[in-house]
């Protein structure tokens, strides 16, 4: 069996200074229940802060962020308890310990004048974190296929879908996760859609993100983004907000998301992507990049 040993040099090194192996760990902040979180913090200048998607990670938006830090931006993206390289406690996978999360690494961090994104369930927590701690910290929001206000059917919301949806998601889950994943794949990127471009590039990715996902967030975070009403949270949104849409995402309709939502949120504007499914931030990362980058810039 081969041993592997430090070189004299780098031992030497690690002695004199033991804050080299230090440096080495990864960046993470510790929220108010001891809960570990991952973050990610490129370049300098305002902050734009991403909030990602069930069941990927901060990876998810790495096209955006290498774009953004190249134009002057620092861009910061933490991982979701429960997802990536974050802790993986049984508790607090609902929406309003996501936002406190997301407080903490805010105000660990003394990031203002932010910029808000959120994709999918990241839209939720970004609407929930507005709606419960304000824009003291924060100059602009942008929710990308976002599941605001509520997805789940109810009296009140009778375009939503109903909950045998989201069993289906459960049961998918519990049987083959693995599997699931995989499959999802082909709808969350319109994969499945005639003509479709596939790339098994990235349903291999997603898969390999799903999956780094911890079962306890995998399970609970799906009552935590389809029964999670956003209504309120969305009212409370007084800065500039940027929709971005897919009028052909099948797994967050735009009918009960988008279009209520800008109904919803006092300075709201809305770009519908004709054709655009749940994937775009992938599927159509230069548009995507570009609206991006036209709104922080110029929408005030």
């Known amino acids: 069996m081969a041993v592997y040993r430090l070189p004299r040099s780098a031992l030497k090194q690690s002695l004199i200074n033991p804050s080299l192996e230090r440096k080495s760990a990864m960046p993470t902040i510790t929220t108010k ?126 375009g939503g879908l109903p909950l045998e949806v989201f069993d289906a998601i459960r049961k998918g889950v519990v049987e083959d996760r693995s599997q699931f994943f995989r499959e999802l794949t082909l709808p969350f990127y319109g994969y499945n859609r005639p003509g479709a471009r596939i790339s098994e590039g990235v349903r291999e990715a997603f898969w390999r993100l799903g999956m780094q996902t911890g079962f306890p967030a995998s399970y609970f975070c799906i009552k935590a983004f389809s029964e999670t009403d956003l209504t309120e949270d969305l009212g409370k949104i007084d800065v500039p907000t940027l929709i971005l849409h897919g009028d052909d995402d099948q797994i967050v309709p735009i009918s009960d998301s988008a279009l209520l939502s800008v109904q919803l949120v006092a300075r709201a504007k809305l770009i519908v992507y004709k054709g655009g499914s749940h994937g775009i931030c992938t599927t159509e990362k230069h548009r995507v990049n570009a609206d991006l980058l036209s709104f922080i810039r110029t929408e005030r």
């Open 33 to 158: 229940d001891g809960t570990s979180i991952y973050y990610k913090d490129w370049g300098t200048g305002q902050p734009v802060v991403f909030s990602h998607g069930w069941p990927l990670s901060s990876d998810a938006f790495e096209d955006q962020m290498f774009f953004l830090t190249s134009n002057g931006y620092r861009c910061i993206a933490h991982d979701r308890r429960g997802h990536g390289r974050s802790s993986q406690p049984w508790q607090g996978n609902d929406m309003d310990t996501y936002a406190s999360d997301l407080a903490d690494l805010a105000e660990q961090l003394d990031l203002k004048d932010a910029i808000h994104v959120g994709h999918s369930t990241g839209g939720g927590e970004v609407a929930r974190y507005i709606g419960m701690y304000g824009t003291r910290r924060v100059a602009k929001a942008v929710l990308i296929g976002a599941i605001p206000p509520l997805m789940i059917r109810t009296e009140t919301n009778p």
